[in-house]
Structures are given as structure tokens and as C-alpha cells.
């Protein structure tokens, strides 16, 4: 992904995809996931981390309820990083992240990530590039010990949203009860900040690849969702997971 322009990529599903059907496509992935993660959970020999990365309002909350709720809620995990604690800031920056690695047999989804601590620390001036690239070689190190040491199956996406339908639906959440819960007045100023987000969302991208991420055009949920289901039937389905046998 060197010197891949945010830009330069549609936000929305190409003109030939079809609404409808497209969508009827997503229930039948959903059913098969359904039956996958049974597997996986069964087998209890690999785990699945899945990372969601992208601006205020591009989705990410509701991908995860879109994909995720026709799961066995017992193998599904969701974490949300949020602005550090004291406690978790007084180790080191993947201290928290780590502790929230799946375990064999589950699907962990991580909204937000560790990369929150080389995104919005480097808009706001808190860390250096010096620093930020350190970051990002320990963020390579650790995925691939997850990968290596602990048969984890990485997926990360970016939820391209648009920066006028992000304005759209952060304007939704000042009228539309059912959002206003979302609302948070500092989401306008780091709207603001856009483009220095996709700056250091293209270093990300270029530094942090070894695990390929994966640009979800966002301003259609329906697609979105679409999308990231597939990629994630793709990755069960090729795992060729047994049911174990009896115990004996």
C-alpha cells in the first residue's frame, strides 16, 4: 500500500452492484457464518481477531451489530479502546491491547485498536514520528506473535466513509432520538482535523501492512456490511476446521 491516496477511493459500491441483492446475498453469508463460528468455537484451535479502524460515524458500531449478532454470543467478543485509564496508562501501550487478544476458539473484534495510539496521538501532537514509527514496528512484532505463536487469523478494515456523509450523520445525532446517545461535541472538531486523520491513516497503511488491510467503502452500510462478511466467511471457510471427536 505505498503511497496509496485515501482520495483516490470510492466510498461508495460501484453502480452495477445491486441493492437487493446484494443484501439477500448477506443473509445467506450471515447463515453460513452462523455454522462457521459453531466450528470454530468446537475446534477451539484457532481464534480470529477482528480489527475496526475508521473516522467518527463510519460505522463500525453498527457493522458489528449487522455481522456479528447471528453469532453464538458465547464465541464472540467486542472491545472498545476508548481514551486510555490511568492504570493503562502506566504500562506499556499494547498492555491493553494484549490482555484483549482472543483466546483459541473465539472471535475477538476489536473496535478501534491499538492503532489508535499511532492515529489520534500523532493528530494531536502527543507523539513524535520518531516514536510513532517504534510504535508501529512493535504493532508488526506483536501481530505477528499472535499469528505465529497462537494460530490468530488477523482481519483489519478501514471503513472509508466520506467526509460529507460523515457530516450527514453526525448531524443525524443532534435531531434523531434514537442517535443522540452517540452524540459527542468534540466528534465535529476532530471532523475538522480530516485531513491530517488521512495522513496518518496512509503511513499506517504503508508501515503496518504485513497483515493487508482491507478499505471497506462505508457510505452504504449495506455494502459495507456486505463486504467485511465476505472476507470473513472467506477466511473460516479456508481454515478446512473438524469437529473434534468424543472425549474420551
Given amino acids: 500500500m505505498n503511497n496509496m491516496k485515501l482520495k483516490n477511493i470510492d466510498t461508495r459500491a460501484?453502480?452495477?452492484?445491486?441493492?437487493?441483492?446484494?443484501?439477500?446475498?448477506?443473509?445467506?453469508?450471515?447463515?453460513?457464518?452462523?455454522?462457521?463460528?459453531?466450528?470454530?468455537y468446537a475446534e477451539a484451535r484457532h481464534s480470529v481477531l477482528i480489527i475496526i479502524q475508521g473516522m467518527d460515524a463510519s460505522g463500525k458500531d453498527g457493522l458489528t451489530r449487522d455481522v456479528f449478532t447471528s453469532m453464538n454470543p458465547q464465541g464472540v467478543n467486542v472491545y472498545s479502546f476508548k481514551e486510555p485509564t490511568h492504570e493503562e496508562l502506566a504500562h506499556d501501550f499494547l498492555w491493553r491491547v494484549h490482555r484483549n487478544a482472543p483466546a483459541r476458539g473465539m472471535i475477538q473484534i476489536f473496535n478501534r485498536s491499538h492503532y489508535e495510539d499511532v492515529l489520534i496521538t500523532r493528530v494531536h501532537g502527543n507523539i513524535n514520528d520518531k516514536t510513532a514509527k517504534k510504535r508501529m514496528q512493535a504493532i508488526n512484532d506483536f501481530e505477528r506473535m499472535l499469528t505465529e505463536h497462537n494460530d490468530t487469523h488477523i482481519l483489519k478494515f478501514y471503513l472509508h466513509v466520506s467526509p460529507e456523509e460523515q457530516h450527514k450523520r453526525l448531524e443525524e445525532r443532534l435531531s434523531d432520538p434514537t442517535k443522540m446517545w452517540k452524540y459527542n461535541a468534540s466528534d465535529f472538531k476532530e471532523a475538522e482535523l480530516w485531513d491530517r486523520y488521512m495522513h496518518y491513516y496512509e503511513d499506517v497503511f504503508k508501515h503496518c501492512n504485513e497483515i493487508p488491510w482491507q478499505i471497506i467503502?462505508?457510505?452504504?452500510?449495506?455494502?459495507?456490511?456486505?463486504?467485511?462478511?465476505?472476507?470473513?466467511?472467506?477466511?473460516?471457510?479456508?481454515?478446512?476446521?473438524?469437529?473434534?471427536?468424543?472425549?474420551?
Fill in 14 to 40: 460501484p453502480k452495477n452492484v445491486d441493492k437487493q441483492e446484494t443484501k439477500e446475498k448477506l443473509t445467506s453469508i450471515l447463515s453460513r457464518l452462523d455454522e462457521l463460528q459453531n466450528l470454530l
Fill in 217 to 248: 467503502p462505508a457510505d452504504q452500510n449495506w455494502y459495507k456490511s456486505y463486504l467485511v462478511a465476505t472476507e470473513l466467511e472467506k477466511l473460516l471457510s479456508g481454515m478446512k476446521m473438524k469437529f473434534p471427536g468424543m472425549k474420551k
